[in-house]
């Protein structure tokens, strides 16, 4: 369904958070536009770090990558989690791929004023790989991944996608 360029740095979010949550995302159903979290985070992202210059890769859109080659990411949670790390990973793979020595990434809070600094490892480029292969196997998967527990969905634009019946 979707190739190895196609997977962007969202589904690699959506696949540490929740696979129903890739899985749907992949086949286009988007509910952010509706969601006050997600607007939210737009407004944290828009007010934050004014001087950042998003790049787009096509399917992988980061906020910003500074003169020394750090890839910065704005989040409008308080705290880092294995998504946003991820995600990191993915920018510097993909930035590596077309011969940007990146140094890694720096995850931004603005919630909590706290910034996260992840110097690259030599082994996110094997890390990023498998991601890739794990989001393409989700999404080629015939049906919807199981939902997660109520509580782990709080706040989650599918949510009532997920739990309306």
């Known amino acids: 369904m979707i190739g190895d360029q196609d997977v962007g740095g969202v589904h690699v979010k959506y696949l540490y958070h929740c696979r129903r949550q890739l899985w749907l995302y992949a086949r286009g159903f988007r509910p952010e536009a509706t969601s006050a979290t997600v ?3 737009e407004a944290v992202h828009d007010t934050s770090y004014r001087r950042a210059h998003p790049i787009d890769l096509g399917s992988a859109r980061l906020d910003d ?18 998504a946003d790390e991820a995600q990191v990973v993915h920018y510097c793979y993909r930035l590596r ?21 992840m110097p690259y490892q030599p082994d996110w480029d094997e890390r990023a790989r498998t991601d890739i292969a794990s989001v393409r196997d989700t999404v080629a998967q015939p049906t919807c991944p199981p939902r997660l527990s109520r509580t782990r969905c709080r706040g989650c634009s599918y949510f009532d996608y997920c739990w309306s019946q």
């Open 39 to 41: 607007q939210l985070g």
């Open 65 to 82: 990558l500074d003169g020394r080659l750090w890839v910065h990411e704005i989040k409008s949670s308080s705290r880092p989690t294995e």
């Open 97 to 117: 791929a077309v011969g940007v020595d990146t140094q890694g990434g720096v995850l931004h809070y603005p919630k909590t004023r706290r910034t996260h600094r």
